[in-house]
């Protein structure tokens, strides 16, 4: 079987060296065997699994839930629609944050609104919000 040195699986999956060693510790890549000159030796699958682990983070997936859909994946008792909820769970939390960016976005549009620019530093309507304490 052919495998892999770090700075080649790091090449071929499209990321750099230390991205490699921290998915190593973060326990998303198993740790590979070593050569006897101790050059670590992936498998090359390795790279496929580094770039499932790069998609899913641009998705918004936490390493906690990449780590379960690297289990469900390889398990012989994973259904589909255990994926699809993970997704859908995922979908939901991405609804949520659009939200509150509208919402942050929608504050931030008043308080330029409120703005009148030629006011002193002192009497500044966004950073006395910013300094108004809410309970």
Do not use: H, W
């Amino acid at each position: 079987m052919k495998s892999l040195t770090i700075g080649r699986l790091a090449k071929e999956a499209g990321v750099n060296l230390e991205t490699v060693r921290y998915y190593e510790r973060q326990g998303l890549l198993p740790k590979p065997p070593r050569s006897a000159s101790g050059y670590r030796l992936f498998p090359t699958d390795a790279a496929r699994r580094l770039r499932f682990i790069r998609r899913a983070q641009e998705l918004g997936f936490s390493l906690k839930e990449i780590r379960e859909l690297l289990s469900l994946r390889v398990s012989r008792t994973t259904k589909s629609r255990d994926i699809r909820a993970r997704t859908e769970a995922k979908i939901a939390d991405v609804d949520a944050k659009i939200r509150s960016l509208e919402s942050m976005k929608r504050t931030l549009r008043k308080l330029t609104n409120v703005c009148d620019r030629c006011a002193p530093l002192s009497d500044c309507p966004i950073l006395e919000s910013l300094d108004r304490e809410t309970p």
